[in-house]
């Protein structure tokens, strides 16, 4: 099975790159420009998790050029791109983690009456 997946990851290589890259930039733009404007809901969350996604499919496909031994300056071009997003959006998750626990421990019991 996995013999087949790496054969048509790399039979397909163009179209899948064509594919994965915009929306792996894409979608690391959209997470950054909700990140600065502080919205830290479903929406950004879900743009990170799309990217990371996307990103480690990206590098699965390139570690099947890896295993037969194709080492060229594009593979490692995408190798870089996929995991600098990843170290993006990993920490944009982080610091979303992090200001939703401060949130949280701001609100006092106060905060939560019975209407």
Known sequence: MLAFVSELSRTYCVGICAFLVPAILLLTIQSLFLGYFQTY???FRGSILGAIVLEMLLIAHVGTWFSIGVVTPVTFILLTLSLTCLAINSGLWMIADRQVCTDHQ??????????
């Open 41 to 43: 809901g479903w929406r």
């Open 106 to 115: 701001e609100q006092s019991p106060s905060d939560f009456e019975l209407v």
